[in-house]
């Protein structure tokens, strides 16, 4: 079959008429001879049947009076038909009364031998003998050659006129198709100034595909010159489009950092409450401590030009001391805070630098300590062998600040938010789970969507999911959310250790949900 595909039509032509023409010839040139062998038999046995009739009628008269003598010369008298080689004549009895026996010709065998025997019967019905000639056939098998011969000829003859009918047949439909493939080829090729298909005469079937190709190549070569003039023009339209994409595309890169500002600003305001108040208790510490440390100065430097006694100045001391300790230690903590806000605040300026994310969460968690105070424990599982990982430090900061302050606002009574880290395959994985109310099925698809939110009005602007994604994205990385109502919600962040490209670049990398 496949090789049948690959033959040209002019060969299949040729085939399919050279079968067709064979098998028709042959069919009939069988049944020819058929007819002709069939009919020439018949003729035959009707014709020795006649013989036998007529040699036997003569011999009545011999049988009816016994002269065998007669009989014999009846019989000889079929010494003219070549094809007789005997003739036997029988009584009623059964018993020879004459006969006759050409001479033997060369090459006769007993198959070439046909017998015809025939009763010979009176006017009134009375049986009276038999007679029986054996005739030669070659006659008729030389006659059945003679036809097979001719037919041979025949044969041969429309063959030969087949051969030529499917040459003339070839050209008629072959050639019109070469010329319709040479012009497809040529127009594949680009070629489209050809106006006249050589094959196209007539209104044929041919002749209109020959017509529809010209057409199709007019229609081509039109619009392939059209095509032309619309490229020459096409590279300054393409450098102006090109010019205002970079322009809007260097615009909303400010308006996303803008955005990411603004998102972190909001937070910082979230902050605020928390972090005064814990400013205000270190100062506290402060203020109360020195007071008692210049009253205690005083007292210890009257006491001890009083009366130069060493235990009660020596209690004075350590008291002094101690407030010195907490002051320090008030001193320390606002210092923590203010650095913690610093570093949350400060711009990497599109910079990958490699960052230690444990020490990033702990800044996170330093600064939502008073967010977390009354509503959820943070639990720390890190793996120590958790490599350093290149990103913007300000802007992935951000987005475990908006994963962590989600993740306080959905837990309503007294909960737990656990943090987990781990390496695996080239990627650093951080995950945030809380056992909050968790978040609809339906409404999971949506949370990275901007301005989305399932909180009450008032409580957020819908942007930080939003601004997350797209600061994960912009690392190549990725997002993972497992939620359902009442079981709380994990989000995984799954960042490359090493750097990919730069975070601000257009291509988002592998960033997803799922």
């Given at each position: 079959?496949?090789?049948?595909?690959?033959?040209?039509?002019?060969?299949?032509?040729?085939?399919?008429?050279?079968?067709?023409?064979?098998?028709?010839?042959?069919?009939?040139?069988?049944?020819?001879?058929?007819?002709?062998?069939?009919?020439?038999?018949?003729?035959?046995?009707?014709?020795?049947?006649?013989?036998?009739?007529?040699?036997?009628?003569?011999?009545?008269?011999?049988?009816?009076?016994?002269?065998?003598?007669?009989?014999?010369?009846?019989?000889?008298?079929?010494?003219?038909?070549?094809?007789?080689?005997?003739?036997?004549?029988?009584?009623?009895?059964?018993?020879?009364?004459?006969?006759?026996?050409?001479?033997?010709?060369?090459?006769?065998?007993?198959?070439?031998?046909?017998?015809?025997?025939?009763?010979?019967?009176?006017?009134?019905?009375?049986?009276?003998?038999?007679?029986?000639?054996?005739?030669?056939?070659?006659?008729?098998?030389?006659?059945?050659?003679?036809?097979?011969?001719?037919?041979?000829?025949?044969?041969?003859?429309?063959?030969?006129?087949?051969?030529?009918?499917?040459?003339?047949?070839?050209?008629?439909?072959?050639?019109?198709?070469?010329?319709?493939?040479?012009?497809?080829?040529?127009?594949?090729?680009?070629?489209?100034?050809?106006?006249?298909?050589?094959?196209?005469?007539?209104?044929?079937?041919?002749?209109?595909?020959?017509?529809?190709?010209?057409?199709?190549?007019?229609?081509?070569?039109?619009?392939?010159?059209?095509?032309?003039?619309?490229?020459?023009?096409?590279?300054?339209?393409?450098?102006?489009?090109?010019?205002?994409?970079?322009?809007?595309?260097?615009?909303?890169?400010?308006?996303?950092?803008?955005?990411?500002?603004?998102?972190?600003?909001?937070?910082?305001?979230?902050?605020?409450?928390?972090?005064?108040?814990?400013?205000?208790?270190?100062?506290?510490?402060?203020?109360?401590?020195?007071?008692?440390?210049?009253?205690?100065?005083?007292?210890?430097?009257?006491?001890?030009?009083?009366?130069?006694?060493?235990?009660?100045?020596?209690?004075?001391?350590?008291?002094?001391?101690?407030?010195?300790?907490?002051?320090?230690?008030?001193?320390?903590?606002?210092?923590?805070?203010?650095?913690?806000?610093?570093?949350?605040?400060?711009?990497?300026?599109?910079?990958?630098?490699?960052?230690?994310?444990?020490?990033?969460?702990?800044?996170?968690?330093?600064?939502?300590?008073?967010?977390?105070?009354?509503?959820?424990?943070?639990?720390?599982?890190?793996?120590?062998?958790?490599?350093?990982?290149?990103?913007?430090?300000?802007?992935?900061?951000?987005?475990?600040?908006?994963?962590?302050?989600?993740?306080?606002?959905?837990?309503?009574?007294?909960?737990?938010?656990?943090?987990?880290?781990?390496?695996?395959?080239?990627?650093?994985?951080?995950s945030f789970q809380d056992n909050g109310s968790g978040i609809e099925p339906e409404a999971l698809e949506y949370i990275f969507d901007p301005f989305f939110s399932t909180k009450p009005v008032g409580q957020g602007t819908g942007l930080g999911l939003s601004i997350t994604y797209n600061i994960v994205k912009n690392h190549h990385g990725k997002i993972e959310v497992h939620s359902a109502p009442g079981r709380g919600?994990?989000?995984?962040?799954?960042?490359?250790?090493?750097?990919?490209?730069?975070?601000?670049?257009?291509?988002?990398?592998?960033?997803?949900?799922?």
């Amino acid at each position: 079959m496949m090789f049948w595909r690959d033959v040209s039509i002019k060969h299949k032509l040729t085939l399919i008429l050279m079968l067709t023409s064979s098998l028709t010839v042959l069919v009939a040139c069988l049944a020819f001879y058929g007819l002709v062998v069939n009919h020439f038999q018949k003729v035959y046995k009707r014709d020795m049947n006649n013989l036998a009739l007529i040699v036997g009628s003569n011999c009545k008269a011999a049988l009816m009076f016994d002269v065998p003598e007669d009989a014999g010369v009846v019989l000889a008298t079929l010494k003219g038909r070549k094809s007789v080689r005997q003739v036997i004549l029988y009584d009623k009895q059964g018993h020879v009364f004459a006969s006759y026996k050409a001479s033997a010709l060369k090459g006769t065998s007993v198959k070439e031998i046909c017998s015809f025997s025939r009763k010979i019967i009176l006017d009134d019905g009375t049986y009276v003998g038999r007679i029986v000639i054996e005739d030669d056939m070659r006659d008729m098998a030389r006659g059945r050659r003679q036809i097979l011969l001719i037919l041979l000829l025949v044969g041969v003859g429309s063959l030969f006129s087949a051969f030529w009918l499917s040459a003339i047949l070839r050209n008629v439909v072959s050639k019109p198709l070469l010329s319709l493939t040479e012009m497809v080829k040529r127009i594949a090729a680009g070629d489209f100034q050809f106006k006249k298909c050589s094959s196209m005469r007539g209104r044929d079937e041919m002749g209109v595909l020959c017509s529809a190709f010209v057409e199709m190549n007019k229609r081509l070569r039109d619009s392939h010159e059209r095509l032309e003039e619309y490229n020459r023009t096409l590279e300054g339209r393409v450098a102006a489009r090109t010019e205002e994409l970079q322009n809007a595309m260097d615009d909303l890169r400010k308006s996303q950092a803008q955005l990411v500002q603004s998102e972190k600003m909001a937070a910082l305001g979230q902050l605020v409450a928390g972090v005064a108040h814990d400013i205000n208790n270190n100062i506290s510490f402060i203020a109360g401590a020195l007071p008692n440390i210049k009253r205690m100065t005083n007292e210890l430097v009257v006491e001890m030009a009083e009366n130069h006694k060493a235990s009660p100045a020596w209690q004075m001391h350590l008291d002094i001391v101690s407030l010195l300790a907490n002051a320090e230690e008030g001193v320390r903590r606002t210092k923590k805070i203010v650095q913690d806000l610093n570093a949350f605040s400060r711009s990497s300026h599109g910079q990958l630098v490699p960052v230690d994310i444990h020490a990033e969460l702990n800044n996170i968690i330093n600064l939502l300590r008073y967010e977390c105070r009354d509503k959820a424990e943070i639990i720390r599982d890190f793996d120590p062998d958790l490599p350093v990982v290149y990103c913007q430090r300000d802007h992935m900061g951000q987005a475990y600040m908006n994963i962590l302050l989600n993740a306080i606002q959905a837990i309503e009574k007294r909960g737990t938010i656990r943090l987990k880290t781990w390496p695996a395959g080239g990627k650093a994985y951080i995950s945030f789970q809380d056992n909050g109310s968790g978040i609809e099925p339906e409404a999971l698809e949506y949370i990275f969507d901007p301005f989305f939110s399932t909180k009450p009005v008032g409580q957020g602007t819908g942007l930080g999911l939003s601004i997350t994604y797209n600061i994960v994205k912009n690392h190549h990385g990725k997002i993972e959310v497992h939620s359902a109502p009442g079981r709380g919600t994990e989000i995984v962040i799954i960042l490359p250790v090493e750097p990919c490209k730069k975070a601000d670049e257009e291509d988002g990398g592998v960033g997803g949900m799922e």
